[in-house]
Nanobody
C-alpha cells in the first residue's frame, strides 16, 4: 500500500510563507507528473501547480507569481513554495501523482490533504 506523505501545512499570517512537501512512502513506477490541488469549503477542487518529469510547469491563475513548484525526480518528492500568502489561499491542499503504466492505463494517487490557513 503506497501512501503519499504530505507535510508543511499550518497557520500563517497574511504575507507570510509556507513550504509544502509530498513524497510516496513506497516505490511508484511510471510517474509522469506531480502536483498540488486545493479545495476550499463550498468550492470545487482546483489546480494549484503541476510539474512533469521533464520540468514543465503550469499554475492556477490566482497563484502565479507567488507560488513555485519543484520536484526531486530521484526521490519522487514534490515541493510547493508559497509566498505572499493571502486569506483566499486558505484551503485543504492535496498532493497528486500521475502514473502512466502503459499507453492504455493511467492512475492518479492522492494524498490525505493538509490544511493551510492564512489569517488576516
Amino acid at each position: 500500500q503506497v501512501q503519499l506523505v504530505e507535510s508543511g501545512g499550518g497557520l500563517v499570517q497574511a504575507g507570510g510563507s509556507l513550504r509544502l512537501s509530498c513524497a510516496p512512502s513506497g516505490s511508484i513506477f511510471g510517474i509522469n507528473a506531480m502536483g498540488w490541488y486545493r479545495q476550499a469549503p463550498g468550492k470545487q477542487r482546483e489546480l494549484v501547480a503541476r510539474i512533469t518529469t521533464g520540468g514543465s510547469t503550469n499554475y492556477g491563475d490566482s497563484v502565479k507569481g507567488r507560488f513555485t513548484i519543484s520536484r526531486d525526480n530521484a526521490k519522487n518528492t514534490v515541493y510547493l513554495q508559497m509566498n505572499s500568502l493571502k486569506p483566499e489561499d486558505t484551503a485543504v491542499y492535496y498532493c497528486n501523482v500521475e502514473v502512466v503504466t502503459s499507453p492504455l492505463r493511467k492512475i492518479d494517487y492522492w494524498g490525505q490533504g493538509t490544511q493551510v490557513t492564512v489569517s488576516s
